[in-house]
């Protein structure tokens, strides 16, 4: 593929996904931002490295992804039931102000999805979980992933 086609449809891609998001302003320098250079089909970013995980199942699209608005990481997840078509409000899946997030994966199949994170501070780095049976509309209280023996739910 050359590099002009392959920078041509990433930037296509990205601004797809910031409009899926919610992202109402796409400026040059925004794409510029989000991709100083392409390599083999890679996006350098400047800055704190930041993903959107994708899941699809059926007709249902999941975005999990890490924000930092309020000064405090937090995953955030937003869906879609209509192949895109339009999209549910944002929903916060994290609820911890003394740790920094990391590594959001959404996956999903059938009714389920699971978004887990990595939860990190000075004392700890823990797996945390959150479970939607209804297609993501709502969500089970945060799992503690590391706990040994029964996993307990954290209110």
Do not use: C
């Amino acid at each position: 593929m050359n590099k002009h086609l392959a920078t041509e449809t990433t930037t296509t891609i990205i601004i797809m996904i910031l409009i899926a998001l919610g992202t109402t302003t796409i400026t040059a320098p925004l794409i510029s931002q989000l991709m100083p250079q392409l390599s083999f089909g890679t996006i350098a970013v400047q800055g704190p490295q930041r993903k959107v995980s994708v899941a699809v199942s059926g007709e249902n699209i999941y975005f999990a992804w890490i924000a930092n608005k309020t000064g405090s990481d937090e995953v955030i997840f937003r869906s879609s039931n209509d192949a895109g078509g339009t999209f549910n409000d944002k929903i916060t899946l994290s609820n911890t102000t003394d740790s920094s997030l990391q590594d959001v994966q959404v996956s999903a199949g059938a009714e389920n999805v699971v978004v887990t994170w990595w939860q990190i501070n000075s004392a700890s780095e823990e797996p945390a979980a959150r479970i939607s049976a209804d297609n993501g509309q709502t969500f089970a209280t945060l799992l503690n992933l590391a706990a040994n023996g029964t996993i307990t739910l954290i209110e």
